[in-house]
């Protein structure tokens, strides 16, 4: 893992000399989108430069499916000025749907195709031209690592390669913008490594990202910037350090115990006014640099971004 | 955006590319899926459109036609040889429409992956009527080839069948998304089928002159696309084209650009939220 302190947003586009007046690749204002009674999207404020890899961090209903949803204009947004690539949205979708991918959530690849043939549709659907069609079906083939697999077909490929090629066939016209909607959600820890170096590389040559998740392991490895979404708003951004560093403090001291210890550790905590939270067979005392001693014996560990994230949302995830 | 930037940004050249309404590009690319897959499935298609004509003939055109050798001054078995021609179309753009765009809407998800990329409502569901109906077109000439096995005379006119066949197959794919798009599940497909596509390929005069009919069952084949499809080839094959056909061509005509705009409309609503 990256030291968090060089991910800066716009640093490994040095190379580029990220303009400082660049239009942001996505930017949202007051979007709400209703479902009914329901609020899924409740004033939506985005904007996320480009270059950069960006993410979208909240619980399961927090808005961030329906979000990304809105972004290629198959959820038409109630209120609110939605822009991606410089184009309004809905109007001018379709052109900003030429220059960016999308790698959905579920898997909604061709099961009966094979995938070089996968490839071959959606190379057409973008708009590659003629000439360059087997060039860039060779090239998305070799991202997700299927070159041996190309006249396969699709059921029969593992759940690991299938996501591979979902990645893969977003990327296939060369996107300046990447959607990634939890990209490894129910993926085994080995495959989801294998992910992470795909989409690390895909900053790396300046591709813009925005990544939905709720692994916040995930957002803390990958993203530059990570906004935390609740209930259909962001309620913070920042890089993962600022945010470890603003909600939750420098260290955590973790009690373990049997639960009458916890509860007895946890009111003291409430008594004086220290930020606590229950984490699985322990209590979790955030900013525990500042307690001078009084805290009581347990293990102390740095702040990380769950931190952060349970003292924003005061909701427990994953 | 700098200059230098602009150099370096991955597909910077797509921005030069604008982009219309119904482009002949996204069409392609969801009908060359279409093709794909067609290439999997097609020698099933073709046994039973050549198998199922056959049935017909063997059962309609020899069974009845012991019993009745002309009907309309037709011999029997050329008279059901030219009607099946329409079943078969209703059958292979119909079932279609309704099964493959609820399974790739609604299981496979594989509608959502088109729309996300740069394909809109109306250029998917054009693409996906517009090859089921060229399909249906190649298919309708099916039962005039078992036809011509029977007897059936070649001619000139049976040249028009594969455009009469895709003018219909149009609006019946048409129809079938619609029913796609308003079905709750797959299972709802049988109200229609028994309900409404059963007895329009009976009463359309397949298998009997409509004439026979009594008067409100007649009413019925004469807003049935089917009837006219029927009429349309019968004249066409049998060389007995008239100016009532361009009657029957332009109610399957108008059935056509109808279907496709409800569906359009009333599946763009179901895919778009």
């Not at chain 2, 097609?42 to 019993?67: D, E, K, M, N």
């Not at chain 2, 007897?151 to 129809?175: K, R």
């Amino acid at each position: 893992m990256r030291a968090l302190d060089d991910k800066g947003a716009g640093a490994h586009t040095a190379g580029v000399a990220a303009p400082s007046d660049a239009r942001p690749a996505i930017a949202l204002r007051g979007v709400v989108k209703r479902y009914g009674e329901i609020t899924a999207v409740d004033g939506l404020h985005l904007e996320v430069p480009p270059g950069v890899c960006f993410g979208l961090l909240g619980p399961n209903g927090a808005g961030k499916s329906t979000t990304m949803r809105m972004l290629t204009a198959q959820t038409l947004a109630d209120e609110g000025h939605l822009e991606v690539l410089g184009y309004a949205l809905p109007h001018e979708s379709k052109q900003s749907r030429l220059e960016m991918g999308v790698v959905p959530q579920l898997d909604n690849l061709d099961v009966e195709l094979t995938c070089r043939q996968v490839l071959g549709v959606f190379a057409r659907l973008y708009r590659v031209p003629r000439a360059e069609r087997e060039t860039a079906v060779g090239r998305a083939l070799t991202i997700a690592n299927l070159v041996g697999r190309a006249d396969t077909i699709v059921r029969e490929l593992s759940g690991g390669m299938r996501r591979r090629l979902l990645v893969a066939r977003g990327l296939i016209h060369r996107p300046r913008l990447v959607l990634l909607d939890e990209p490894t959600v129910g993926l085994d820890p080995q495959i989801r490594q294998e992910l992470w170096s795909l989409i690390d590389g895909l900053r790396t040559d300046g591709v813009t990202v925005l990544m939905s998740t709720h692994y916040i392991e995930e957002a803390e490895r990958l993203a530059d910037t990570v906004a935390v979404m609740s209930r259909g708003k962001i309620i913070a951004q920042g890089t993962p350090a600022e945010l470890i560093r603003a909600h939750a403090g420098e260290q955590v001291v973790e009690v373990y115990g049997p639960p009458e210890r916890l509860a007895q550790v946890s009111e003291l905590a409430a008594a004086n006014g220290w930020p606590s939270r229950r984490s699985g067979p322990a209590v979790a005392i955030l900013r525990a640099e500042r307690l001078n001693g009084q805290a009581p014996e347990g293990a102390r560990r740095p702040a990380n971004l769950e931190d952060a994230f349970v003292a924003l949302t005061g909701e427990d995830i994953e | 955006m700098s200059a230098q930037a602009q150099e370096l940004t991955v597909g910077a050249d797509a921005s030069a590319r604008r982009i219309r309404r119904l482009e002949p590009a996204a069409l392609a690319g969801v009908m060359s899926r279409d093709v794909a897959i067609f290439g999997r499935y097609w020698r099933a298609t073709t046994f039973s459109s050549i198998v199922q004509p056959t049935i017909y003939l063997l059962a309609f055109g020899l069974g009845f036609g012991a019993l009745t050798k002309h009907v309309d001054h037709v011999r029997y078995i050329d008279y059901v040889a030219t009607g099946v021609v329409a079943t078969a179309v209703l059958f292979s753009s119909a079932f279609p429409g309704m099964f493959n765009t609820f399974v790739r809407w609604q299981f496979q998800r594989t509608y959502d992956a088109i729309l996300a990329a740069p394909v809109d409502v109306e250029e998917l569901i054009t693409a996906e009527v517009l090859w089921i109906s060229l399909r249906a077109g190649v298919y309708g000439m099916a039962p005039l080839l078992v036809g011509i096995a029977f007897g059936l005379p070649p001619s000139a006119g049976m040249l028009l069948v594969p455009f009469i066949g895709f003018v219909t197959g149009f609006g019946f794919a048409g129809f079938g998304v619609t029913i796609a798009a308003v079905a709750k599940t797959i299972d709802n497909f049988n109200y229609v089928t028994s309900a409404v596509l059963t007895p329009m390929f009976l009463v359309a005069g397949t298998f009997f002159p409509v004439a026979a009919l009594p008067a409100g069952l007649r009413a019925i084949a004469e807003v049935n696309p089917l009837y006219h499809c029927v009429q349309l080839v019968r004249d066409a094959v049998l060389g007995s084209l008239g100016p009532a056909d361009l009657g029957h061509a332009a109610v399957l005509v108008a059935f056509a650009l109808l279907m496709w705009r409800v569906a359009i409309w009333r599946l763009g609503r179901r895919l778009i939220d």
